[in-house]
């Protein structure tokens, strides 16, 4: 699989000293938002969350109780409360193990929840993961619990965003990878991190340079500083025209006597021109707040 999470444990297992290159692999499948599953050396072999491994098993704590090695339980739970994403093993449909994976936060994340909302946005955070480690990366990048939405697949994140949208709110998300495509593609605006996935960057209408989340915010505020700039440009050219334009064709003369020259014409037109484009180059002093 190409998911990143699949990279992770492929790096880790090389890393343990296990033989990877000898499997005999067939009949494998991803699928968006819940795991991967194969016959490998013979055995049925599926990975990955628990309600896609455990289907009906999955569908009651009695099921899952009497379905889950009593052993495995701790373990599953401690990653959990730590933030982690559990990733179960079953082989032939039995449960034989449990992969837990640390997602390590961005350092400048918190930063950059912290500028957009300083900005005026709400942040809420769409993942596949479950509540429990969903709710544990809120609190630390600073998303109040109530805008956190867990366990939901990838077109669970597209309706979600087109429920914000018919609720009359304008939506810009942001994604990396494959299940963050559809998403993408809904919202009013959809970035893409430069280091993310293709299909990201494809479905998104603005592409990030790097993998600095906090340009993010930068990128709005260079939006938000262009839009006023155009708006103060037509102040300026509507302003020259509305202004001198009845004046050059006469419509003071019966009253005052007074003509505008056409050279003076001319002269006030290249001046509102000078002064549009001043007013624009003043973007190149926009600066984001990090380097």
């Known amino acids: 699989s190409e998911h990143p999470l699949a990279s992770a444990i492929v790096r880790r297992a090389t890393d ?84 837990t994976i640390a997602d390590r936060l961005k350092p400048e994340a918190a930063e950059a929840v912290s500028r957009l909302r300083s900005a005026g946005l709400d942040a809420w955070l769409l993942t596949g993961d479950r509540d429990a480690v969903a709710q544990t990366v809120a609190a630390a990048v600073g998303v109040p619990p109530e805008r956190v939405v867990a366990e939901v697949r990838p077109d669970q994140k597209a309706a979600r965003v087109a429920a914000l949208q018919g609720a009359g709110r304008r939506v810009a998300m942001v994604g990396d990878g494959i299940n963050d495509a559809p998403a993408l593609a809904q919202a009013d605006l959809g970035i893409a991190i430069g280091t993310g996935a293709d299909v990201a960057v494809e479905a998104s209408d603005l592409t990030l340079i790097g993998e600095d989340v906090r340009s993010v915010a930068t990128s709005i505020g260079l939006a938000r500083a262009t839009m006023r700039i155009i708006r103060q440009n037509l102040i300026w050219a509507f302003g020259y025209n509305v202004a001198l334009i009845p004046i050059a064709a006469g419509i003071l003369y019966p009253f005052t006597g007074w003509t505008l020259n056409p050279a003076l014409a001319a002269g006030a037109m290249a001046l509102s021109s000078v002064s549009v484009v001043t007013n624009s180059l003043r973007l190149r002093r926009f600066r984001g707040t990090h380097d």
């Open 16 to 99: 343990d000293g296990l033989d990877i290159e000898d499997v005999a692999v067939t009949d494998f499948a991803a699928v968006p938002g819940g795991g991967v599953r194969a016959v490998v050396d013979g055995q049925r072999v599926t990975v990955g969350s628990l309600a896609w491994v455990g289907g009906d098993q999955a569908e009651s704590p009695e099921r899952i109780a009497g379905w889950i090695p009593e052993r495995l339980v701790p373990a599953a739970s401690q990653a959990e409360e730590a933030g982690q994403t559990v990733a179960w093993v079953a082989e032939d449909g039995v449960v034989t193990g449990l992969l």
